[in-house]
């Protein structure tokens, strides 16, 4: 298999090194320095059965997508990674490997959207349960378990839109003692921020749309798991199931991660400068970031991650009129769903991303606005921000 092949390629060094090296040798024809984008669906072989490097059929493996899935592995420092169509495509690769109808799982009580319709409207027809838990409180997972049953424990960290941090090394055990598997979901931190399978997670998931990417112009997912099993298992289902990442995707988001380091650096650095803007301002109320002392997740945030991110929801002080204004008078965010490319976004959660769960527990306030903090210029992010939170402006 090519995949065994991700390891083989420069693995050591720093975060910034393997992020522009892991997964990938110049190629040995034409010294390409940079992955051909290997538009094929099949591979001529030598004799029957003769492969070259593995390659067989690119629903199985493809070179583009080998080199972006030897990368990810080696940023998340796991055994192996896999790439595919999108991050609920990976989700659900994960979900059918290692549940089977009659299985239990637990899932956080402000999962991203589509991963709630996932577990609650795809994998629960199917015969897997579910219960629901906040991530920052471990008793409550703990509680929410059913020994025997339960099979994944999965988490999101930081957590969508309120920015709940869930303690992964503590949940890590917690799911191992039970005989559970813990699953995080790794999009909003990236590996450069938290690196889950070090704490004792046992695979990763990305919506690699977000972060990863980093530029708003490809839709993908990946897993990144510990152990050779769990890659088997994975592996299998990735090419049974075949909502695989195709070569230019694969060929985009491996050239987003080369610059994820200094791009969650600059995120980072504008968020801060952002937030710092936010606490001060007379129409701003509550500002939620686990950078914030005053954050309830602040102290497990700093124990894990090496920074906090660029996502910042905050309540406006002139309610759910102030905030659609808000949202709709800002111009350097673009008003916009999704999250984590190099442009600032902005949203109303209640309206947008989280629309469908209002009416349940879920329901986020309706002075909510959510930021994708970018990395353009901050002074003219703050001067944007200033001038969109006129009161009556
Ligand atoms: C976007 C997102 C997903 C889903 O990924 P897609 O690439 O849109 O399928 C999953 N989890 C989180 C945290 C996300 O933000």
Known sequence: MPNEQQHQHRTKGGFETRAIHAGYEPDEATGAVIPPIYATSTYKQDGVGGLRGGYEYSRSANPTRTALEGNIA??????????????????????RALCKPGDHAVIPDDAYGGTHRLFDKVARPWGLAHSSAPVSDVDAVRAAIRPGETKLVWIETPTNPLLNIGDIEALASVAHDAGALLVVDNTFATPYLQQPLGLGADVVVHSTTKYAGGHS?????AVVVRTLELAEAISFHQNAMGAVAGPFDSWLTLRGLKTLGVRMDRHCDNAEKVVDFLTGHPAVGQVFYPGLPEHPGHAVASK????????????????????????????????GESLGGVESLIEHPGRMTHASVAGTDLEVPDDLIR????????DDLLADLDRALAIGG
Do not use: N, P, W
């Not at 080696?74 to 979900?95: K, N, Q, V, Y």
């Not at 112009?217 to 997912?221: I, P």
């Open 217 to 221: 112009d490809v839709v993908g997912g």
């Open 74 to 95: 080696s940023l998340e420092g796991g055994e192996r990674g896999f790439a595919f169509a999108s991050g609920l495509a990976a989700e659900d690769t994960i979900i």
């Open 371 to 378: 930021l994708s903090v970018g990395i353009e210029s901050v």
């Open 304 to 335: 894990q991650m090496k920074r906090y991110g660029g996502i910042i929801s905050f309540r406006t002080t002139g309610g759910e009129q102030h905030a659609l204004e808000v949202c709709a008078r800002a111009e350097v965010f673009t008003l």
